[in-house]
């Protein structure tokens, strides 16, 4: 193999100097599928889940008809969206209207590539690392693609041509953008702590010590309210608000391309979940028992493994579930100001915070491990007592004060009849940007 | 150029110089009708730096057909123009087309989540044009019926802006609560939504036997509910941040609007009906008013959660205080005789017959009765001519002056917030359309 795949192979995983570029290629490509089928099951058994997780709370059955305990409803939900029409409407610009939902999937399911989700599994070629590509520059990876996600629902909204999901889609990408800053920041500290923006660093690291959770509480609080707007789920749903926008940024879908948003919140759910468990709750980790960590790896640590890391996902989507069917929805600007008042300093102080906080236990000798954490976790509690005793008491959150002045409404109200006035019937409209060719449909 | 309809008709050239909507000619010199072309001089409004925007007709969040036309400029809403009609039945021509008993039907299908309480208001209103006295009983079950559908009602407020805001779960405990109350009415008249539960002179039906029974049990877990709700709500961050500061209307607006009802109370202008004009001696109840005082979303939501308790309070009274005794007033003019008579003496089928064909007669002369609904003041006004069918009917609907504040209420707030405002109002579009 020529020296330039290997190199990539290598940036891949460094496990292919042990195993052999051959086991790597068949044990990645095993992996993915394996992978991509549990994703892509659960992710289908979650939509189940979240209905019925909401009959729960809100005291009704749920689904119970097709199947046992309502267990097919899934499957007779897909084939119902496979059978039906699609409609595309008259002024959507079709190209970019068929490619969003894919695009608001994609990002989704790529970002599992990097998660760790097993220990090591040994086979008579070498020990297999349980994860479909170990990147070096694995967060980093996380990163940049759930940024990607975003693409997709802001093209839905402006290729349906819709004014309601045109909102939709522009809520979507402030919300995002906003967001993702302060997800980005409350990161650092674990790359801090870790030393490297490996996954299985990160994972490795907190088995060693004390898990992020206690480390870095505040980080994960952050990352926790980032993760919700970056999924669009409630309470940061409003790109989607049904009750203002219809169905914001996905009004005009319908069958399979619809149903492709859904896969895709959820997709985001699953990711952000894991992600969660990844780097603040240990991923794969068994809590306390230092057993699954120790050098003989078996099989059977594989399988333990894999279902502790399951269960903290999980429990992590019911979170997310629990959330949505208990609280009221943001409005955009509390949104933002949400975002950018309050998280992005409170990431940037924290990072402050912790470094120092680092720099003083290391100037002191001490070595990492449960008493660096048990330091790291006293200052936390002060920060969170602070934080949410003190600062917070719902004074986060702005009630709308936020209502025009009447001046300056006088003044909007006079804009659009000057300037429709100004214009002159037989004038050329003026040099503005190129229209693009979907809105030639709109004087429909 | 293609032809344009509806939406010219509200932009510029659709407003005069005071920002009102001109009306649009929709029929020109050939009396063929066409679309209106717009001039040539507001083409297209996405170039434009306001959007506007059709909120309605077909809208999960206007409760029913409310169309309002909102000019944003980014999300915040530079105008808004409300549009009613689309629910028009002509329930007021129909009725004078109806013996009084026979106009009852249509009063359960205006405000249809408070149809109990329609039915009292207008039995209240058509024996006050027939100058009856109802008897005790009567008096105390009708306070039951209205009492429990303006609970009805607010249960279906409080769900709905639920859902407006973002909060789904409340929307199913309120609607369960909804059909315990829809189970008492089952068994008392047959029917659970139109009810059509009074008669001029009585009542359709007298509770059945261990139906108090019910309605204590109900008066009993119903709180719960509410104390669950407030949990939920009432100290929630966000929900606080969402209602907070929202359309305020100061108690002179509210006045000089005509608002009234929880949207008035909420305003700080202690009126209620019930209080201030008693009917069916609600004097002799021991309720509060709740008042308010900043005249914002949250307000009202507060103000009607309170109302909901009191309604409870008033219930307690009534089940308490139940007297014996016939529902239906001794008066053969206006009250059928029982069945077992008609059906078995030649006197008393007559009678029946001659009832039921030709109706009961009031003397000459209009009535104007008002109560507490759900909404806020409810007018039946009614003029008889002296034969058994109303010349004139009119109802004076609360939800239709209330709306009417709507433009006020949400102009330079946020898209959410015209949401938000208008589940606060607690519009029934059948009653605003009529």
């Known amino acids: 193999m020529s020296a330039p795949v290997l190199m990539l192979l290598q940036v891949a995983s460094r496990q292919v100097e042990a ?176 030393g490297n923006v490996t996954l299985s660093v990160i994972i490795d690291q907190q088995a060693h010590g004390l898990y992020n959770i206690l480390n870095l509480t505040i980080a994960f609080f952050i990352f926790m309210v980032a993760a919700f707007a970056e999924t669009n789920r409630l309470p940061f749903d409003l790109p989607e608000a049904e009750s203002e926008l219809i169905a914001g940024y996905h009004t005009e879908y319908s069958a399979m391309k619809f149903s492709f948003f859904f896969i895709a919140e959820y997709a985001n759910m699953v990711t952000a979940s894991a992600l969660m468990a990844t780097m603040f709750f240990g991923g794969w980790d068994i809590p306390i028992s230092g057993w699954e960590n120790a050098a003989p790896y078996t099989a059977l640590k594989t399988v333990a493994t894999a279902l502790m890391f399951a269960v903290k996902v999980m429990f992590f989507i019911f979170v997310f579930m629990w959330i949505r069917w208990t609280l009221p929805r943001f409005r955009y600007d509390q949104l933002m100001s949400l975002g950018w008042k309050f998280m992005l300093p409170l990431a940037l102080g924290y990072i402050v915070v912790i470094a120092s906080v680092m720099l003083g236990l290391d100037a002191s000798g001490i070595e990492y491990g449960p008493l660096y954490g048990l330091a790291l976790f006293g200052v936390n509690l002060a920060l969170v007592m602070i934080l949410f005793v003190m600062v917070d008491h719902g004074r986060i959150i702005s009630p709308s004060y936020g209502r025009l002045d009447p001046r300056e409404l006088e003044k909007l109200r006079g804009k659009r009849q000057r300037s429709a006035l100004a214009r002159r019937p037989d004038a050329k409209p003026a040099a503005g940007p190129t229209k693009p060719a979907a809105t030639a449909g709109v004087t429909r | 150029m293609s032809r344009r309809t509806v939406e010219y008709e509200l932009s510029t050239t659709g407003l ?38 059709n909120l309605g007709p077909q809208h999960p969040a206007t409760h029913g057909v409310l169309r309002l036309v909102l000019e944003l400029d980014g999300e915040t809403v530079v105008r808004c123009i409300p549009h009613v009609g689309y629910l028009h039945c002509g329930f007021e021509k129909i009725g004078e087309y109806r013996q009084y008993n026979q106009i009852i039907p249509w009063t359960d299908r205006e405000d249809y989540l408070n149809s109990p309480g329609n039915n009292v208001a207008f ?63 089952e068994d008392w008249i047959g029917a659970r939504l139109t009810t059509s539960l009074t008669r001029v002179g009585g009542m359709g039906a007298d ?217 606060s109002i607690d519009i029934v579009m059948g009653e605003i359309d009529r």
Request: one cysteine or more; hydrophobic letters at 45%.
């Open chain 1, 19 to 194: 195993t052999g570029t051959g086991v790597f290629l068949i044990s990645t490509l095993v992996k993915m599928l394996v992978v991509f089928t549990i994703y892509m099951v659960g992710v289908a058994m979650l939509t189940l889940a979240e209905r019925k997780i909401s009959a729960w709370i809100q005291d009704r059955h749920g689904p119970n008809r097709v199947g046992p305990h309502g267990l097919l409803q899934p499957a007779a939900d897909g084939l119902k969206n496979i059978m039906k029409e699609e409609t595309y409407p008259d002024a959507a610009y079709k190209p970019l209207f068929i490619i969003a939902p894919a695009m608001a999937f994609i990002p989704a399911l790529t970002a599992w590539a990097v998660i760790p989700f097993a220990s090591p599994l040994p086979t008579r070629w070498g020990l297999i690392p349980m994860v479909v590509a170990d990147l070096p520059i694995g967060f980093l990876f996380i990163l940049a693609l759930t940024s990607l996600g975003v693409y997709g629902i802001v093209l839905a909204g402006w290729a349906s041509n819709n004014k309601y999901s045109l909102l939709g889609g522009l809520r979507s990408s402030a919300q995002m953008v906003s967001y993702e800053i302060a997800m980005g920041l409350s990161t650092i500290p674990v790359l801090l702590l870790a």
């Open chain 2, 207 to 423: 509770i059945p036997a261990g139906w108090t029974q019910g309605l204590n049990n109900f008066i009993r877990t119903f709180p719960k509910t509410i104390d669950e709700v407030d949990r939920m709500l009432t100290r929630n961050a966000i929900w606080v941040g969402r209602t907070v500061g929202l359309g305020v209307m100061t108690p002179e607006e509210a006045v000089n609007y005509g608002l009234s009802g929880p949207m008035l109370r909420a305003s700080g202008v202690a009126y209620d009906v019930r209080r201030d004009f008693p009917y069916l001696d609600y004097e002799t109840y021991d309720f509060d008013v709740p008042v308010s005082t900043h005249g914002d979303v949250y307000d009202r939501y507060l103000v009607r959660m309170e109302e909901m308790r009191q309604s409870v309070r008033i219930l307690q009274q009534a089940s308490a205080r139940l007297p014996d005794g016939p529902i239906n007033i001794d008066d053969p003019r206006v009250i059928l005789p029982p069945k077992n008579k008609a059906m078995n003496e030649m006197e008393s089928m007559i009678h029946h017959f001659k009832l039921v064909m030709e109706g009961p007669r009031p003397p000459i002369g209009e009535a104007y009765v008002a109560v507490e609904s759900p909404k806020g003041e409810k007018g039946y006004y009614m003029v008889s001519d002296g034969t058994s069918k109303p010349v004139r009917w009119r109802i004076r609907p609360p939800s239709f002056v209330n709306l009417s504040a709507i433009p006020k209420m949400v102009e330079g707030h946020l898209l959410s917030d015209v949401i938000a405002i208008n589940a």
């Open chain 2, 123 to 185: 039995a209240l209103g058509a024996e006050r044009l027939f100058g009856i006295e109802i008897t005790e009983r009567c008096k105390v079950l009708r306070v039951i019926a209205a009492e429990l559908s303006r609970i009805m009602s607010h249960l279906v407020w409080l769900g709905t802006t639920c859902i407006d805001i973002g909060a789904f779960t409340p929307f199913l405990w309120s609607f369960q609560e909804r059909e315990n109350i829809y189970k008492l009415l």
């Open chain 2, 16 to 53: 005069d110089a005071q920002g009102r909507p001109r009306r649009v000619p929709l029929v020109t010199d050939g009396g063929t009708a066409v679309a209106f072309e717009p001039p040539p001089s507001v083409e297209p409004e996405l170039e434009g730096e306001h959007m506007l925007i």
